[in-house]
């Protein structure tokens, strides 16, 4: 267990509409990261959050944006679904030197 | 820009038989390095982490070796068996700016009873 847990664990959405997933990271955790790893493939990093403000994002177009609370909570939304879209979203929390991986919400597009 | 390989995509090997796994990055300023287990469809288990100043780590039939200088990982498992079926991903943790994990596309691995 990594103290990292992840809402909803699946999730169907039709094209066109907008989603937003959560992650709860453990108390004292400075960075939150998300990555989409779509079938077949190796994560892929999407942004991280380092104090309630992005400061790295990967080849991810602006429909992918996040937010960062002082609760330790954390939200991914992604607006204009497309069936690309369709991929295990993770997300991550931590501190410089480490990360901790939650089970991740499977996201399903029609 | 990192990025890093596995080799082989996938193995098959018989129950009983001790396999490596590889990992190769092209940037060697690190944090740390971690290997994953992935089940269908499922989430990541983490197996391994070795920090960019240690040479390996081990937990039970596993051991994990880190060459930061020559950009190469592997993963040792010993006696394998049919629950150890699935996949492995490496997975780089950069240090500087913001600290970004990048992974491999992974080793499929099949133990066969």
């Known amino acids: 267990e990594t103290g990292v847990t992840q809402s909803p664990t699946h999730l169907i959405k039709t094209r066109g509409q907008q989603v937003t997933l959560r992650c709860s990271s453990q108390s004292g955790h400075n960075t939150v990261s998300w990555y989409q790893q779509a079938l077949g493939q190796g994560p892929q990093f999407i942004f991280q959050y380092y104090r309630e403000e992005e400061n790295g994002r990967g080849n991810f177009p602006p429909r992918f944006s996040g937010l960062q609370f002082p609760n330790y909570s954390s939200e991914l939304n992604v607006n204009a679904l497309e069936l690309d879209d369709s991929a295990l979203y993770l997300c991550?929390?931590?501190?410089?030197?480490?990360?901790?991986f939650g089970p991740g919400t499977r996201l399903t597009v029609l | 820009k990192q990025e890093v390989t596995q080799i082989p995509a996938a193995l098959s090997v018989p129950e009983g038989e001790n396999l490596v796994l590889n990992c190769s990055f092209t940037?060697?300023?690190?944090?740390?390095l971690q290997w994953f287990r992935q089940d269908p469809g499922k989430g990541l288990t983490s197996l391994l982490l070795?920090?960019?100043?240690?040479r390996e780590q081990t937990s039970g039939r596993l051991n994990a070796s880190l060459d930061k200088s020559s950009g190469r990982s592997t993963l040792y498992i010993a006696a394998s068996q049919p629950g150890d079926s699935a996949t492995y991903l490496c997975?780089?943790?950069?240090?500087?700016?913001?600290?970004?994990?990048?992974f491999g596309t992974g080793t499929k691995l099949q133990v066969i009873p």
């Open positions: 940037d060697s300023a690190i944090y740390n």
């Open positions: 991550a929390s931590g501190y410089s030197n480490e990360q901790f």
């Open positions: 070795i920090q960019s100043s240690q």
């Open positions: 997975a780089v943790q950069n240090s500087g700016g913001y600290q970004k994990v990048t």
